[in-house]
């Protein structure tokens, strides 16, 4: 049961990662049609790194979802050590989707305005980010928050980013990954609530 259980994941691991590159491959491709003089280089390999932040959390939570349903599903239960990932990994998924969204404010300071203007646009640019964070800090002890509220975000990012056959990557970087983060909460509420021992005290 074991082997299979390693096997499969083993399969599964191989299989996003897989995506994780053609994905990368895809957009870097797009970006160089785009834009014939976009340069090779360094400026190319800091795209990447900054695309692979929501692709990673993208594939990564993906991979974690299914295998903890797997061992759910086929035990009821999920061991210690994935335990603690599932629990913890939400949190760390919301802090990197939230820095990840936050860089776009950052064109803000390429304009030459006064620096009154540049503080207001950049909080105005940063309304998204600034939001997500009083969730993440709602939602940081209680999953369920954290379920509903990435849930909410997901489905907004969708309806105002989302509008066009263009603009269909913003799933792939946005509103998928905060899905994903909303189903890592979902399992920490549900899946890990009675097998973590501080919740266990706390219920006795």
Known sequence: METQKSGFNRILLIAVIVLYVLTVTAFTLTNLAADPGFEVGWVMLLNILILSIPLVLLYGSLYLLIVAWREHHNSG???????????????????????????????????????????????????????????????????????????????????????????????????????LIAGLFYADWKWLQPQLPGRIDAAA
Request: proline residues 7%; hydrophobic residues 65%; without cysteine.
């Open 77 to 179: 239960q999920i061991n210690p050590r994935l335990s603690k990932v599932i629990h913890w990994a939400p949190r760390i998924a919301a802090i990197l989707i939230i820095f990840f969204t936050s860089l776009f404010s950052l064109d803000i300071f390429e304009m030459e305005v006064s620096p009154l203007e540049l503080l207001v646009g950049f909080l105005i640019h940063n309304i998204p980010s600034i939001t997500m964070i009083v969730l993440l800090i709602l939602a940081w002890k209680r999953p369920v928050v954290g379920f509903v509220a990435f849930l909410a975000v997901a489905a907004l990012f969708t309806l105002v980013f989302v509008r066009d056959l263009y603009t269909l990557p913003n799933l792939l970087l946005f509103a998928f990954p905060m899905l």
